[in-house]
């Protein structure tokens, strides 16, 4: 079945280091999106991306960077991790202007 | 004023009920809603969308729209404990951006 993961499902790390959380979706959906929920916001867009090579910032995108080389992924990239990036991320897709958006297992990443 | 406004809940009814959710958004050309429902610690999935006017109906699920007084709510009826969980609004605003504005949820809990 086709499906969409998040890797890693947990992550710790330190303060200034750099840290990658990859999405993969094998339904060869265009659109991909990154999101990150703390309690009392919500879920708030962090970066999107339309197809290969087409990346667009989100709401809250500083300190973060994305890249789209290839349909399945669309890897998240904190350049230098911030206490305030400790967070919930969620990876989504959609295929079309349809604009269903289907979600991934979700990162739970903690910055000391 | 935030862009999509729900009650933070918690929203109690008894088994069997109808639960009554409801979602009020600022951007008046907002095309598309959708409510996800989010159990704890897992991703938000969606239950239903709407884009027009009305009710749609699905199972025990109705989504209403009314775009002139800008919300959108969700009905569940014979509400069961499996219910229990925050249910999240979202909306497509009219920018031609295919991402989701999502609210903060309500909580739902069904009472045996």
């Known amino acids: 079945d086709a499906e969409i993961t998040q890797s890693p499902r947990h992550k710790i790390t330190e303060t200034g280091r750099q840290v990658t959380l990859a999405c993969h979706q094998t339904?060869?959906?265009?659109?991909m999106f990154w999101y990150r929920q703390d309690l009392g916001h919500g879920l708030r867009l962090i970066h999107y991306?339309?197809?290969?090579?087409?990346?667009n910032k989100g709401e809250v995108s500083d300190g973060y960077s994305v890249s789209r080389s290839n349909t399945e992924d669309l890897p998240l990239t904190l350049e230098s991790a911030a206490s305030s990036q400790t967070s919930v991320y969620f990876c989504?897709?959609?295929?079309?202007?349809?604009?269903?958006?289907?979600f991934g297992p979700g990162t739970r990443l903690t910055v000391l | 004023q935030k862009e999509v406004e729900q009650n933070s809940g918690p929203l109690s009814v008894p088994e069997g009920a109808i639960a009554s959710l409801n979602c009020t958004y600022s951007?008046?050309?907002?095309?598309?809603f959708f409510w996800y429902r989010q159990y704890s610690g897992k991703s938000p999935e969606l239950i239903m969308f709407?884009?027009?006017?009305g009710d749609k109906e699905d199972g025990r699920f109705t989504a209403q729209l009314n775009k002139a007084s800008q919300y959108v709510s969700l009905l569940i009826r014979d509400s069961q404990p499996s219910d229990s969980a925050t249910y999240l609004c979202?909306?497509?605003?009219?920018?031609?951006?295919?991402?989701?504005?999502f609210g903060s949820g309500t909580r739902l809990q069904v009472q045996p």
């Open positions: 989504a897709s959609s295929r079309d202007r349809a604009n269903t958006q289907y």
């Open positions: 339904w060869n959906h265009n659109n």
């Open positions: 991306s339309y197809g290969v090579h087409d990346t």
């Open positions: 951007d008046r050309g907002s095309q598309s």
């Open positions: 709407i884009y027009s006017n």
């Open positions: 979202a909306v497509i605003k009219d920018t031609g951006r295919r991402a989701l504005t």
